[in-house]
Nanobody
Framework: QVQLVESGGGLVQAGGSLRLSCAAS????????MGWFRQAPGKEREFVAA????????NYADSVKGRLTISRDNAKNTVYLQMNMLKPEDTAVYYC?????????????????WGQGTQVTVSS
C-alpha cells in the first residue's frame, strides 16, 4: 500500500513558476514509476509527466515539454514537478500517482495509487 500526498499548488500569474511535491509512504518508493496527471474543469484527466524508479527514464506530454520538469528523491520518498513559464491552460488539479511497473507509463489505468490532488491556477 502506498499513500501519496501532494503539496505546492496555488495561484500564480502567467509566466510564473510553481513546484509541486508528492510525498509517499512506504519503504519501496524507489520501486515505483511515478507520474503526474492533471484534470481541468470539464475535461478528462491527462498525462503530464512520468519518471521510473531510478530516475533513468522520463517522459513528458508534448504540451509541457521544455516548461515542466519531473524529478524524484528516493531518500525522501518524494517526487517533484517543477513548473516554469506557466500558462492559463495549465490551470487544473494536479495529481501524483504510483505504478508498480518499471517503465515509463502515460496511461492512468496502469497507476494503482493516487494522491488527493492539488489545485494550480494560472491567471492571465
Amino acid at each position: 500500500q502506498v499513500q501519496l500526498v501532494e503539496s505546492g499548488g496555488g495561484l500564480v500569474q502567467a509566466g510564473g513558476s510553481l513546484r509541486l511535491s508528492c510525498a509517499a509512504s512506504g519503504r519501496t518508493f524507489s520501486m515505483y514509476t511515478m507520474g503526474w496527471f492533471r484534470q481541468a474543469p470539464g475535461k478528462e484527466r491527462e498525462f503530464v509527466a512520468a519518471i521510473t524508479g531510478s530516475g533513468g527514464n522520463i517522459n513528458y506530454a508534448d504540451s509541457v515539454k521544455g516548461r515542466l520538469t519531473i524529478s524524484r528523491d528516493n531518500a525522501k520518498n518524494t517526487v517533484y514537478l517543477q513548473m516554469n513559464m506557466l500558462k492559463p491552460e495549465d490551470t487544473a488539479v494536479y495529481y501524483c500517482a504510483a505504478s508498480p511497473h518499471t517503465y515509463v507509463i502515460t496511461n492512468s489505468i496502469m497507476y494503482n495509487y493516487w494522491g488527493q490532488g492539488t489545485q494550480v491556477t494560472v491567471s492571465s
